[in-house]
């Protein structure tokens, strides 16, 4: 059965410390990982994966995918209250021809002032 | 300005009773998919399509019904036989084929309790 699995479920931190969340997955028929920002509503997208080793940077996040250990990370710098919101790491499952997302629980991060 | 609607934004259910959520896209996009979120959890798949007029079953179908008759649009009925309807569901969309390396847009959801 195909999984992805995130860590931590939950976190606390400073403004301006740094955060690395974590993603590994189990997935049949690979083809991209996918990050996304969930406030109140709506996740929006942040990063897709598709090759090893290959950062992704937008501002103070960035991102990277480990194709032969199989998982992703997620970095926050000089955090910001207004990061505060659930992170959403999902895999793009191909199997049987169909272009479907497995999503992990997600990450609960909360930034205090 | 392009996007994904959902509506209503709130909902309640009677036992028994079946609803309809709407979600209504203006991106040309070929597929569509409903997932469900509960609290603490990930999203789960419960229907998507590729193409007007067809559809497949995701993880949880059971007990919710969809329709594809217009490319823009992609109705969720939740029906009595869906026992927990409780959630948070949001509506996706998305190019289909080959690499298009674009991912799933969002709409902004609907959450529907039980009354």
């Not at chain 1, 993603?23 to 969930?38: A, D, G, M």
């Not at chain 1, 501002?59 to 959403?88: H, M, P, W």
Request: hydrophobic fraction near 30%; proline fraction near 4%.
């Amino acid at each position: 059965e195909d999984k992805v699995v995130q860590s931590p479920l939950s976190l606390v931190v400073h403004e301006g410390d740094t955060v690395t969340l974590n993603c590994s997955y189990e997935v049949t028929n690979f083809r991209s990982l996918l990050w996304y920002k969930q406030e109140k509503k709506a996740p929006t997208f942040l990063f897709m994966l598709t090759s090893s080793g290959i950062e992704k940077k937008s501002g103070r996040l960035s991102s990277i995918l480990d194709k032969k250990e199989l998982f992703s990370i997620l970095n926050i710098t000089a955090t910001q209250t207004g990061d505060s919101a659930v992170y959403l790491c999902a895999v793009e499952d191909m199997r049987g021809g169909s272009e479907k997302l497995v999503f992990g629980k997600g990450t609960k991060l909360t930034v205090n002032p | 300005d392009g996007g994904i609607t959902q509506s209503p934004k709130y909902l309640f259910r009677k036992e028994g009773q079946n609803v309809t959520l709407s979600c209504e896209q203006n991106l040309n996009h070929d597929a569509m998919y409903w997932y469900r979120q509960d609290p603490g959890q990930g999203l789960r798949l419960i229907y998507y399509s590729q193409i007007v007029n067809d559809f497949q079953k995701g993880d949880i179908a059971e007990g919710y019904s969809v329709s594809r008759e217009k490319k823009e649009s992609f109705p969720l009925t939740v029906t009595s036989a869906q026992k927990n309807p409780t959630a948070f569901y949001l509506c996706a969309s998305s190019i289909v084929g080959g690499y298009s390396n674009q991912p799933q847009h969002f709409g902004d959801g609907t959450r529907l309790s039980i009354l």
